[in-house]
């Protein structure tokens, strides 16, 4: 009988106070391990005072530490690296109980890491979810994104393994950290399928005289594209008048955002309705005729999948995960990022061609079922046992 790995997890990010990829992913990973019969606890910032310092969720343990330092507002990484010291004080609440692994997920939680990994003699695996190169398209500008390049670096360089979410980010950390190849695994993140698949009782089902939906969700930030759709859609109008469209979301492009709609005197046809929580957003997905995911670039794959598995007809950038995710299935309609003329037209062949939905639909209800949770957790467990070999 194969022992349970115990697992010290940290990580940045996590539900409920953060909704982004790197918070889902760590919370779906910690849970599918702790189903599978390993121990796992998880160390994150408590940064909302109504949760408990120390809790057990579905079988997974995590602390929360008190890493608020107002004197530190505006320096970033005097301020990420004073909190790690929080989250190591933390684990004393561990008393008896030892890891076999320290799992770190990103550059926020890279001292911990190290310094619990010393404590307890035993290897890190670092996840990167995205490097500071890759998020500023393959160059790194002076000030803060240098200062967490090195950061970046240090954490990969001091891990046994390390994990990346996409295929193109192992081979950008392989060449930038200068990493020998065989350390570094490339696991895309996972989702739910049954959840993003199941209708809600009080989830009115689209009328037959509904006008056609087209939506996209996530951070409001430049590099989603979401300016792209927006030049899109003035096209899809002259085709397509009935359209509408959502862009569910907000960040720090909200604003400028919201001015292109009402510069291209589309404020009837396009709605902005901020952040949806998660059985709001399942509900968009359901209802919508063509989802659009218009990055112009995403480390990430997993909002196709979840798209996917909510049944609507997508249409993506061909970038980043999103194009390693989708590759030769056939699930998804596909254009060159930041082409709003050839995005418009995959949105009018999406909305107008119901024998292409349901091909879309069925090629991308196959193609979930290999990114659950469960099979993430086993792609990991065998990270864990080279690492700790």
């Not at 940290?10 to 539900?15: D, F, R, T």
């Not at 760590?26 to 849970?31: E, F, N, S």
């Not at 002076?142 to 990969?156: L, S």
Request: aromatic residues 6%; hydrophobic residues 45%.
């Amino acid at each position: 009988m194969v022992r349970a790995v115990r697992i010290l997890m940290l990580s940045w990010e996590l539900p409920p106070t953060s909704s982004g990829g790197m918070a889902a992913h760590v919370d779906g990973l910690a849970h599918a391990l702790a189903a599978g019969g390993d121990e796992v606890v998880v160390i994150t910032r408590r940064d909302d005072r109504q949760l408990d310092r120390d809790s057990t969720l579905a079988g997974v343990r995590i602390l929360r530490a008190e890493v608020d330092l107002p004197w530190l507002p505006d320096r970033a990484i005097a301020r990420v690296a004073s909190a790690n010291h929080a989250m190591v004080a933390a684990s004393t609440a561990l008393e008896q109980w030892r890891p076999d692994v320290v799992h770190a997920h990103d550059w926020q939680v890279a001292w911990a890491a190290q310094v619990l990994s010393h404590m307890h003699g035993v290897p890190v695996v670092t996840t990167f979810h995205g490097t500071e190169r890759s998020r500023h398209g393959g160059h790194v500008p002076p000030g803060v994104p240098t200062d967490v390049n090195g950061v970046e670096w240090w954490a990969a360089a001091n891990s046994r393994r390390v994990i990346t979410i996409t295929g193109l980010l192992a081979r950008q950390v392989i060449g930038d950290f200068e990493l020998d190849p065989a350390v570094v695994h490339p696991i895309i993140g996972g989702i739910d399928p049954a959840w993003w698949r199941t209708v809600a009782a009080d989830e009115a089902a689209p009328a037959p005289d509904d006008p056609p939906l087209i939506l996209t969700w996530g951070r409001v930030q430049y590099e989603k594209g979401f300016q792209v759709l927006i030049d899109a859609m003035a096209t899809v109008r002259t085709r397509v008048p009935e359209a509408r469209c959502m862009i569910a979301g907000h960040g720090t492009y909200s604003a400028e955002l919201q001015s292109r709609v009402d510069v291209a005197g589309l404020s009837d046809a396009i709605d902005l309705p901020g952040w949806l929580d998660d059985n709001r957003l399942r509900a968009a997905v359901h209802r919508a005729d063509c989802v659009v995911i218009p990055s112009l670039y995403e480390p990430f794959g997993v909002v196709a999948l979840e798209a996917l598995a909510g049944g609507g007809p997508l249409v993506v950038a061909a970038t980043g995960g999103l194009a390693e995710v989708i590759g030769d299935s056939g699930a998804a309609l596909t254009f060159e990022p930041g082409n709003a003329a050839m995005l418009a037209d995959r949105i009018v062949a999406a909305l107008n061609d119901v024998d292409l939905g349901d091909d879309l639909r069925r090629r991308g209800a196959a193609l979930v079922d290999d990114y659950t949770w469960a099979a993430v957790a086993d792609r990991t467990r065998e990270v864990y046992s080279a690492a700790i070999g």
